[in-house]
């Protein structure tokens, strides 16, 4: 057994055991509030509505969100045949991509720092504006933008650089909404 097989199996392994801990979760909240512990009770009429009312908002947690852009960037970045960089810098169609990109960066920067920018923050700065909440989000975008671009032109079709990541690894994003799930479960029963 080599190491990618190792690795999957714990990961499986992991997985199922977090699923055991969501199953497990409610009746742990019942014991515990039972016993007189400092907690809330899932299984009693306030915890089923929040558990019936809140149970998709793991779809789309902070982690789940993160799980699916990790893996859409590792498949646009391994599909676009970005590396070896070596080879890559080399390549005249490469350089023409990173000079219009950075153009379009240094420009989207420079629009959000000028006065009078509806990106600045109420008090006129950066720090609390809406260019930095952003920032992270925009430059995983346009980074994927400028691999799937350059990946293009090699003849790769986009659908398989955006699943490349989904399809190599199929229990992130399950595990990711199984975490999450397990998350806002404890939340809950600590927030009496």
């Known amino acids: 057994m080599n ?5 999957a199996r714990q990961g499986q392994r992991a997985f199922i055991l977090c699923l055991v801990l969501a199953a497990l979760l409610p009746f742990l909240s019942w014991v ?52 070896p960089l070596g080879r890559t810098f080399r390549e005249l169609r490469f350089l023409r991509y990173v000079a219009v990109y950075a153009v379009v960066l240094i420009a989207i920067l420079l629009a959000a720092v000028a006065p009078e920018s509806p990106l600045l923050s109420i008090t006129g700065g950066i720090a609390g ?56 479960c404890v939340e809950y029963l600590l927030n009496s």
């Open 32 to 83: 515990m509030s039972a016993l007189g512990l400092p907690c809330r009770s899932i299984l009693d009429g306030e915890g089923l509505r929040w558990l019936f009312r809140h149970a998709s908002d793991c779809l789309h947690s902070r982690l789940v969100m993160l799980a699916l852009c990790c893996l859409m960037m590792q498949g646009v970045i391994q599909e676009s045949h970005l590396f």
């Open 3 to 7: 190491n990618r097989e190792a690795l």
């Open 129 to 184: 504006s809406p260019l930095l909440d952003g920032l992270l989000f925009l430059g995983w975008f346009s980074f994927m933008v400028f691999c799937l671009c350059y990946g293009h032109n090699k003849q790769e079709p986009w659908t398989r650089m955006l699943t490349y990541g989904i399809r190599r690894h199929p229990l992130a994003i399950p595990f990711a909404i199984v975490l999450s799930f397990c998350w806002q």
